[in-house]
């Protein structure tokens, strides 16, 4: 079983790369994501891989991270979810962003892949709740926040100061993780009006 590819970068597709392991080269299909993150070509370059077979068809899929890997065999496992919209999923939403969408149920965020519709959504948002794998890039803390603010259980004051800040242009993953960051520290009990300046100084800094 191939776990990673180590290798000069030997040419970029649409949707993969062949990467040239001493002088074979091995076809990785990838996240968009991934791809613009790739070295050019010539230069040495890295990508996880995860393998699946079919009767008819071997291929390999690579990922720069081992979240983001984890994150493609998690929403693999997701009725309707086969390779290509998970590596769509994976273009459109980092490991952590995909975590706060799925924390937060937020059917906007995770409908801005392609070939994920309104039901996809709503089903991918139910069956992981709560399913965010090991290493996904994002700390236990913020996790919790913004479970409770999925699940409408937040203090009133935190849910309006992540409202305020969304409002602002921030999006709701890095609202949530900057006053989950501010909570830790500062404890709980924040009137709104203070949350909202210091999580604009957390998110500026």
Not at 94 to 105: M, N, R, V, Y
Not at 140 to 161: K, M, R
């Amino acid at each position: 079983m191939i776990g990673k590819l180590k290798g000069l970068i030997d040419s970029f597709g649409d949707d993969h790369v062949l990467i040239d392991c001493g002088g074979v080269c091995y076809e990785a299909y990838c996240s968009s994501r991934t791809l613009q993150a790739l070295p050019c070509v010539g230069e040495a370059g890295v990508v996880f891989i995860e393998t699946i077979v079919r009767e008819d068809m071997i291929r390999l899929y690579g990922f720069a991270t081992e979240s983001e890997k984890a994150w493609f065999n998690l929403l693999s496992t997701v009725q309707g979810v086969g390779a290509r919209v998970a590596l769509s999923i994976l273009s459109v939403l980092s490991p952590s962003e995909l975590s706060s969408a799925i924390a937060l149920q937020d059917k906007a965020m995770i409908g801005r892949a392609n070939g994920v519709g309104p039901k996809l959504a709503v089903r991918l948002l139910t069956e992981l709740k709560g399913k965010v794998p090991t290493g996904a890039g994002i700390d236990a803390g913020t996790l919790g926040l913004q479970a409770a603010l999925g699940d409408g259980v937040a203090p009133g004051a935190i849910s309006d100061a992540v409202s305020a800040l969304t409002n602002l242009g921030y999006s709701s993953a890095q609202a949530s993780a900057a006053l989950a960051r501010i909570v830790a520290r500062e404890g709980e009990g924040i009137p709104t009006e203070k949350l909202i300046r210091l999580g604009l100084r957390e998110l500026s800094s």
